[in-house]
């Protein structure tokens, strides 16, 4: 008898649990898409309402259990009622995947404190105590995985992205040392870097992204979650999905003030 191989991170379906927090569309709703594909059950943290709707679509088309919760990530407190929620429900997570961001392109005096606040918040210290309590759990059984989502943007200190950028760098810099901490528990840490994603967050028109996609110069939801995931079951700690990408990093570290003014000047417009 003939048996199909088996998809790299596939499980007997239903057999363990995955947790995507902002899970309700863009690249979250894509991981836990592809983790019901290989058979997890999920539970989708989101502060978007439509978390409900989307849990519904996916137990309903994967045969999978998947609930949801209704939640602000981007508070002092957060990750602890999260992780106390969830442990009184009983839940035990095989992967974690601390996807929820916000994305900010604005000078810093154009943007509020309470902004700039919810950006570290989130990024920073939810994503820290995310980690330190879930990986905790994981050590205990001696087996699991955090992906946290960094971005290309780290290398890239430009106007209207200082504080999106910097909490991002944080995230690179938090996972990589996190992971070599645990090396030899059976806990892995991953974090990924990605370039423009084709998805609501910059404020971009479907038109907009739909040409970003097919020009090469966006990556869809869909591939960068593809790639995140593969990253993450062979124990990478830091990816930066595509070749090319990666060469141009040292480009991207040094751009000269006479490309970056124009380039600033051009984007103004963006702002907000």
Sequence with gaps: MCLSKRKRGEIARGSAWAMVTGAAMGIGRQYAERLALLGYNLLLVDIREEVEREAEIIAHTHRIKCDYKVMDLATLDAAQRLHDYTVNQGYEFDIVINNAGIFSFCDILNTSTERLERIILLHDMTLTMMCRLYAADMVKRGKGRILNMSSYSIWMPFPGLAAYSASKAYIKSFSEAFAKELRKTGVTITAICPAGIATDLYGLSKGLQKFGVKSGILMSPKSCARRGLNAMFRGKRVVVPDWWYRLL??????????????LRNFTMKWQK
């Design 249 to 262: 990093i040292p480009m991207c570290m040094y751009l000269p003030g006479f490309i970056i003014r124009p």
